[in-house]
């Protein structure tokens, strides 16, 4: 079996990576420059595990990169910033060689590399070193980040091959039918949930498993064309055999060549990748920007002063001088990227470093199509911030702390102390980020209260920026984490703060203490919590208003949902975060500012019907959910119900009659086979493969021959069914031998019997092993549909008395045998990061498929399907963490601006990049014949309509009691009754009466009612006088200081409650 070792520990990823994963462990690469680009790189390549790692740095580390050199602590201030990262990153993941190189890139050290990745390196070295690679077959990178903005380039040679171009596996499908024709017709069947086939026109697919029409199978790939959901177009099959049943059809995916320029032809021919047309000038002008920069830094020797007008005007000379620009120049862009080009910042690092990351992988794996060639970031949105425009080049100018007279009040000269200036004040580390956004921010920065939900992947990389950024470092700064989980070995490649000593230790202490450590300053407080309707005593309505912004880093929508929700109650601001293998997203929440985000929709139904598993399967999806139930019903539940008839006399009692039968009968089997050794485990697991893979295919088709029909004329085998066939079984198999291996080990431990994982042993047990013929049985009824499965046959009393009387005899004898155990039986529940449990299912699993001619699945397809696993990698991750972190910043200017935030939306498989502004909250529907009349609420909704008209879609308004409403607007009460206690519900209803003119028909509290107009007198009058907040224990609430009431009014019809604001109780 193909599992454990690096299978285990990047299992996520290599569901992303595919096979190509298997060639990280040989590749080598360079990467140079360890400021925080590189650092970001090399850390995610280091935990993808590639095999050799070596970094190249010739400066030293000051205190300015301890804000978005993560590697780096404090000590490390004056050393090599590639021997200090070097140490850092060989304790982060053992397997991989780590390296340092602090001498010069010379063409013979070079030759030795697979990929040669360049950050902070000037002009003449990116061109020298591009030649050389592209003359050489290297694959060549260069990423940078200047400020606000970041540029990636890639030229992997002229000839490079990609063997999978697109993310996932090939999609596959059943067949239902197959016409004769010209062109031949496929009709798929329809996947649970009624959804069509997964194919695209111009895919190529082959055929397997098709009776019949066998012409079909293992012929070279043929093109598809889409003619609806459930059916395809292919080629000549009228001279083909009539198609009879079965059979699946798959996707083939051929090797891509791609040709790439060198870096020297790209800057003067340059292929940009942009999100849509509009944004091609503003990225060739940051193109031409950066090649300014380099010839500015190259004249002066250094980079634009912060806001320093004269060389902002001088860059922009430089870029006009260039000769390069195709199409108009975007000067503002120009100085606006100028004008903050001497600052770095950990957001920008954090993305332009993984998308690096993402390219180096893609050269080695030759998974997913690289860029081509150039991609542009920024983020120069930030500028425009009220707070930021205002912004001096003496607001922005860092100073070396204790180098130069502090400047104090009125121009005083202030002298120095031996004490250490505050985190936020200027000759920090926070230099280069005071470079974009003034000393005054960082103070701000300093000062925030933030909640951290989940500390996985994407919640380590968010307070990795946190912690570089400097957020929560100030007195009054606080950052709450909170997770429930544990560190576990398949966590240690994607979560960049645990190591393999952390493992077992809840996370949030673990990141907590890395956060400490990579700026001590922080005011970080580790929490064990799930954020839901169970804690809201400690998580509720004043933790929530008190803060300044929640970051969700949640991999469940029911928790996502639920955030979302108390977040829009309490009018706080909330970044939403998401990540699915090379595909993230980063969703803005900004009360009254952007519209609340969507409920997550109910996850796709896929309930296989309990037939189709049982005697039916088409696909190895099928096979895999049946192999889960059997692993349920061998070695999970027998134990827990044996346990508990042992431990409990009247167990028998407590049964529902209608499968009292069915479990007794499960009880007395576990008992009678209770084996001794591993000898009698080995031939129970030979027993059990013998009753599931021959012996109940026999008794199937015993009782559906091949020749049976559903009706006449109709054969029963055909459409939706395809005919199994038993197995016969072969120790010499390996598939078999997994099966036996696995399942005995099962079976042993449920027991508590040591195992034994000699296959030797069991193939000279499994020799001696006689099994006695199987004879199936006449008139058997095997139910053909979900309706004739769910009909219950009546209970048998007298079976049931037997069994009872049977087993309270067997356990008088056991509770009396002193070598018996309690509890007699281990349950074992399943655990897909447990080798032995997937070697089971995966052999269990593809003997059944084997049945019924279903294609096979490889142990890492069937832990991700059987597991539901979610594919991640680190290079995702980092990514969205460092979008998030830069709508962070706006949050913290307190922007109300809404054409300033974005929404993010990554793909890396071919490095796509969107950033759209969030749609606008409900406010007002704009009359198309005259200028909307604006709110004073939305005065920045009318600089935006006369701005930019036609630019936002400005949503319809709540109508509601002859008033427009804001989805975020809510009706705030005291609810202090006339004898000053808690008001009662006829108080409420009047204060609706009198302050709105509304009469209530209807009031509730959740889904508790708390008063019915329909409800007869009697009722009405007790509803009347209790107070709001009663019985909230028993209807499984939590008393709160406030409540949010819903309400009906009259003529209103109860189903449009999303027009009503809600009603906030404030409770004494």
Not at 486 to 500: D, E, F, K, M, V
Not at 847 to 865: C, F, G, M, Q, V
């Amino acid at each position: 079996m193909a599992g454990g070792g690096a299978a285990g520990r990047y299992s996520r990823q290599l569901f992303v990576l595919g096979g190509g994963a298997r060639r990280l462990p040989g590749a080598a690469v360079l990467v140079s420059g360890l400021r925080g680009t590189g650092a970001q790189a090399a850390t995610a390549l280091v935990l993808a595990g590639t095999g050799r790692v070596v970094l190249h740095d010739r400066g030293a580390a000051c205190t300015a990169d301890l804000a978005q050199q993560f590697l780096l602590g404090e000590s490390d201030v004056g050393q090599n910033r590639a021997e200090a990262s070097r140490r850092v990153l060989a304790e982060l993941n053992p397997c991989v060689a780590v390296g340092a190189h602090t001498g010069e890139l010379s063409e013979a050290f070079l030759a030795s590399f697979q990929v040669v990745l360049l950050t902070e390196s000037p002009l003449e070295e990116q061109l020298r070193i591009g030649d050389f690679c592209h003359a050489c077959g290297i694959c060549f990178i260069v990423a940078n980040t200047k400020g606000l903005a970041g540029q990636l380039f890639c030229d992997f040679g002229e000839r490079f091959v990609v063997d999978d171009p697109a993310e996932g596996d090939p999609v596959c499908g059943a067949v239902q039918h197959i016409s004769q024709g010209n062109p031949g017709v496929v009709t798929c069947m329809g996947a649970e949930g009624s959804r069509g086939h997964p194919f695209c026109d111009g895919d190529l697919v082959t055929f397997s498993g098709v009776e019949g029409m066998t012409e079909l199978n293992g012929r070279e790939p043929i093109p598809v064309r889409v003619l609806d959901a459930f059916r395809l177009e292919i080629g000549d099959t009228s001279s083909f055999s009539p198609y009879r049943s079965g059979g699946q059809i798959s996707q083939v995916r051929l090797p891509q060549v791609h040709s790439y320029e060198p870096l020297r032809q790209a800057l003067a021919e340059p292929k940009i990748w942009v999100a849509s047309t509009k944004e091609v000038p503003r990225s060739r002008s940051l193109h031409a920007a950066f090649q300014a920069l380099h010839a500015f830094h190259k004249e002066q020797g250094r980079l634009p002063r912060p806001r320093a007008p004269a060389d902002t005007e001088r860059v922009l000379e430089l870029a006009r001088s260039l000769g390069t620009q195709q199409g108009p120049l975007d000067e503002d862009i120009v100085r606006a990227f100028a004008s903050v080009s001497a600052g770095d910042l950990c957001p920008m690092a954090s993305i332009i470093g993984a998308l690096a990351a993402q390219e180096v992988l893609k050269a080695i794996t030759r998974k997913f199509v690289p860029l081509d060639q150039w991609l542009y970031l920024d983020a120069l949105e930030c500028l425009v911030l009220e707070g930021a425009a205002r912004l001096t080049e003496e607001d922005c100018a860092p100073v070396r702390a204790c180098a130069e007279p502090l400047v104090g009040a009125g121009g005083a000269t202030v002298a120095h102390t031996h004490a250490a200036p505050p985190s936020w004040q200027r000759g920090s580390r926070y230099d280069g980020q005071i470079a974009v956004f003034g000393t005054a921010f960082q103070e701000l920065l300093s000062r925030q209260k933030y909640l951290v939900v989940g500390a996985g992947a994407i919640g380590c990389e968010l307070l990795k920026n946190f912690a570089m950024i400097g957020l929560a470092a100030g007195p009054d700064g606080d950052l709450t984490i909170t997770d429930m989980d544990t560190i576990a070995p398949s966590n240690l490649p994607r979560q960049l703060l645990y190591r393999s000593a952390d493992i077992s230790k809840p996370k949030s202490v673990v990141a907590a203490a890395a956060v400490r450590r990579m700026n001590p300053d922080v005011r970080v407080t580790a929490h064990q919590n799930q954020v839901g309707p169970a804690t809201e005593q400690l998580y509720g309505d004043d933790f929530f208003r008190h803060l300044d912004g929640v970051a969700s880093a949640l991999d469940t929508l029911e928790a996502r949902s639920y955030l979302e929700s108390r977040c829009l109650r309490c009018l706080t601001p909330l970044l939403d975060s998401g990540t699915e293998g090379p595909r993230g997203n980063v969703l803005a929440m900004v009360p009254t500012v952007t519209k609340p985000l969507e409920p997550a929709g109910d996850p796709a139904d896929d309930t296989v019907p309990l037939c189709t598993l049982r005697f039916f399967p088409r696909t190895i999806q099928h096979t895999l959910q049946w192999a889960r139930d059997e692993f349920e019903g061998l070695f999970q539940l027998p134990a827990e119900h044996v346990n508990r008839f042992m431990e409990d006399p009247a167990f028998s009692e407590q049964l529902p009659a209608r499968n009292a039968v069915e479990v007794l009968e499960r009880v007395r089997g576990s008992l009678q086979e209770r084996p001794r050794d591993w000898q009698d485990c080995v031939c129970w697991a030979h027993r059990h493969w013998q009753s599931r893979y021959h012996n109940a295919i026999v008794q199937l088709l015993h009782t559906f021959p091949l020749e049976h029909e559903s009706s006449p004329g109709v054969p029963f085998w055909a459409g939706d069914r395809s005919c199994p066939h038993p197995l016969t079984f072969n120790p010499d198999n390996d598939t078999h031998l997994d099966y036996i291996l696995a399942a005995a080990h099962l079976f042993a431990q449920t027991h508590k019997v040591p195992p034994c994982s000699d296959r030797e042993t069991a193939l000279s047990i499994l020799s001696s092993v006689v099994l006695p013929p199987f004879a199936p049985q006449d008139g058997l009824q095997i139910p053909l549909a979900e309706e004739q499965e769910e009909a219950q046959a009546p209970v048998d009393h007298r079976r049931l008395a037997e069994l009872i009387q049977d087993l309270a005899q067997r356990r008088q004898e056991l509770v009396g045998a002193e070598e018996v155990q309690v509890p007699l039986m281990e349950p074992i529940h399943f655990e897909k990061d447990n080798d032995i449990h997937m070697n089971f299912i995966t052999a269990a699993s593809n003997l059944r498929a084997e049945n019924y001619s279903i294609p096979p699945a490889d142990w890492l397809t069937s832990k991700r399907i059987a597991g539901r696993i979610v594919p991640a990698i680190i290079t995702t991750t980092a990514a969205v963490a460092g979008l998030a972190c830069l709508e962070v910043y706006k949050l913290v200017w307190g922007c109300r601006d809404p054409s300033c935030y974005r929404n993010s939306h990554l793909n890396l498989s071919d490095c796509r990049l969107f950033r759209v502004q969030p749609p606008l909250p409900h406010t007002y529907r704009p009359d198309p014949f005259s200028r909307p009349a604006v709110p004073q609420l939305w005065g920045w909704a009318a600089r935006v309509w006369g701005a930019s008209a036609g630019r936002y879609t400005l949503l319809p308004p709540w109508q509601y009691g002859g008033r427009e409403w804001s989805c975020w607007d809510r009706l705030e009460m005291r609810a202090v009754g006339a004898d000053g206690q808690e008001m009662m519900v006829q108080e409420v209803l009047d204060w609706l009466q009198k302050t709105h003119g509304w009469t209530v028909t209807m009031l509730l509290r959740g889904h508790t009612v708390l008063y019915d107009s329909e409800a007869d007198e009697e009722e009405q009058a007790r509803q009347r006088v209790q107070r709001i907040s009663e019985n909230l224990e028993d209807a499984g609430e939590l008393r709160q200081r406030e409540l949010q009431l819903f309400y009906v009014c009259e003529g209103e019809d109860a189903e449009a409650g999303d027009a009503r604001p809600p009603l906030l109780c404030s409770l004494p």
